[in-house]
């Protein structure tokens, strides 16, 4: 996890399905809140966060409910 990612993928929130590769990192493009299943299964609501964060988070699913941040952007 020292290295940068080696690639990046757009997120479409999903209540059902999990993203197609865990994130390193998610960066977020519009701000609002973001609703993830980490690696390892705990559901997390991130509050207010700002466009042009890059948050450091290991995730396979980001949610449709709940998540109001908008163009999101998977690290891996």
Same mark, same amino acid.
């Given at each position: 996890?020292?290295?940068?990612?080696?690639?990046?993928?757009?997120?479409?929130?999903?209540?059902a399905?999990? $993203? +197609?590769?865990?994130?390193?990192?998610i960066?977020?493009? /519009?701000?609002g809140?973001l609703? @993830? *299943?980490t690696?390892?299964?705990?559901?997390?609501?991130?509050?207010?966060?700002k466009?042009?964060?890059? $948050? +450091?988070?290991?995730?396979?699913?980001?949610?449709?409910? /709940?998540?109001?941040?908008?163009? @999101? *952007?998977?690290?891996v």
């Amino acid at each position: 996890m020292d290295a940068p990612a080696d690639d990046a993928f757009a997120i479409a929130p999903d209540d059902a399905n999990e $993203l +197609p590769f865990i994130t390193r990192s998610i960066h977020i493009g /519009g701000d609002g809140n973001l609703v @993830l *299943v980490t690696k390892k299964g705990t559901t997390v609501t991130f509050v207010g966060l700002k466009a042009g964060t890059t $948050l +450091p988070i290991r995730a396979k699913q980001v949610n449709l409910t /709940g998540t109001t941040a908008t163009n @999101l *952007v998977g690290l891996v």
